[in-house]
């Protein structure tokens, strides 16, 4: 049954891995076996995660807000371990913008980020993908993807955006063994989130929204990814896993 999970010898694109649940999911499946590329702006904290990862890595540090850049980055990604057959997508911006205060900057960067940069770095390597006959994309929801939240019209738009581009994504690629899902996080402590859990008595009002009755672990998420990364969702294609401990079902 562990074959079902295997990721070794794949190669894995993990964005937003210097830091946060991108970082996470870089290392996991690294220590899973699969070459893994990060990518991230920060060269030092990419240097710091290869470190603590071990295994096969390599880093690519890009700023992918320049939409211009990505044909490159993909080109430097693809340069350690050939082109991945899986890619997650975990790089992410949260303004807090209030709807009235939402800047130009502010929108275009978070649309840029968490929307665009998942399809057109994924679409780089559907060829490769295709001609291999077998990929996984994992995008990254959020709570955002289905609930409103104070200063979260921008973070909120672009990941109700990442519910359907995956359902799109799947529709689209499925056929050539390209499967795309998406894990929707609950409450994690990371650099995103250092707001809410920097509030105690916000961080427990959150904890007891939840059916299980506590805040996201880190390693709460390292099941799901390697079954999304993994033979193991060979017909699972199009879905937003909530790995929220419940608290979307209350």
Same mark, same amino acid.
């Given at each position: 049954? #562990?074959?079902?999970? %295997?990721?070794?010898?794949?190669?894995?694109?993990? =964005?937003?891995? $210097? $830091?946060?649940?991108?970082?996470?999911?870089? $290392?996991?499946?690294?220590?899973?076996?699969?070459?893994?590329?990060?990518?991230?702006? +920060?060269?030092?904290?990419?240097?710091?995660?290869?470190?603590?990862?071990? /295994?096969?890595?390599?880093?690519? $540090?890009?700023?992918?807000?320049? +939409?211009?850049?990505?044909?490159?980055?993909?080109?430097?990604?693809? #340069?350690?371990?050939?082109?991945?057959?899986?890619?997650?997508?975990?790089?992410?911006?949260?303004?807090?913008?209030?709807?009235?205060?939402?800047?130009?900057?502010?929108?275009?960067? =978070?649309?840029?980020?968490?929307?665009?940069?998942?399809?057109?770095?994924?679409?780089?390597?559907?060829?490769?993908? +295709?001609?291999?006959?077998? /990929?996984?994309?994992?995008?990254?929801?959020?709570?955002?993807?289905?609930?409103?939240?104070?200063?979260?019209?921008?973070?909120?738009?672009?990941?109700?955006?990442?519910?359907?581009?995956?359902?799109?994504?799947?529709?689209?690629?499925?056929? %050539?063994?390209?499967? #795309?899902?998406?894990?929707?996080?609950?409450?994690?402590?990371?650099?995103? #989130?250092?707001?809410?859990?920097? %509030?105690?008595?916000?961080?427990? +009002?959150?904890?007891?929204?939840?059916?299980?009755?506590?805040?996201?672990?880190?390693?709460?998420?390292?099941?799901?990814?390697?079954?999304?990364?993994?033979?193991?969702?060979?017909?699972?294609?199009?879905?937003?896993?909530?790995?929220?401990?419940?608290?979307?079902?209350?």
């Amino acid at each position: 049954m #562990t074959a079902l999970f %295997d990721v070794s010898g794949k190669t894995a694109l993990v =964005t937003g891995a $210097s $830091s946060g649940l991108g970082r996470r999911a870089a $290392s996991v499946l690294a220590r899973a076996g699969a070459n893994v590329v990060g990518i991230a702006r +920060r060269a030092a904290d990419l240097e710091d995660w290869r470190q603590e990862a071990g /295994g096969r890595t390599a880093a690519v $540090s890009a700023d992918l807000s320049d +939409r211009s850049a990505l044909g490159r980055i993909a080109q430097e990604a693809a #340069t350690p371990f050939g082109a991945p057959h899986i890619i997650v997508h975990a790089a992410g911006i949260n303004t807090r913008e209030p709807a009235d205060e939402v800047t130009d900057a502010g929108w275009d960067i =978070t649309m840029m980020l968490n929307l665009t940069v998942p399809f057109f770095l994924s679409k780089a390597f559907v060829p490769a993908m +295709r001609e291999n006959g077998w /990929g996984r994309i994992v995008n990254f929801a959020s709570l955002q993807t289905t609930r409103a939240f104070p200063g979260g019209i921008a973070y909120g738009a672009s990941k109700g955006g990442i519910g359907q581009l995956t359902r799109a994504m799947a529709e689209a690629w499925s056929r %050539d063994g390209i499967n #795309t899902n998406a894990i929707g996080p609950g409450f994690f402590p990371t650099e995103l #989130t250092a707001a809410v859990f920097g %509030d105690e008595e916000r961080a427990r +009002r959150n904890a007891a929204q939840t059916c299980i009755g506590r805040n996201g672990a880190l390693e709460d998420l390292d099941g799901p990814l390697l079954f999304l990364c993994s033979s193991a969702s060979n017909y699972i294609t199009g879905q937003v896993l909530m790995v929220d401990g419940g608290f979307t079902a209350k």
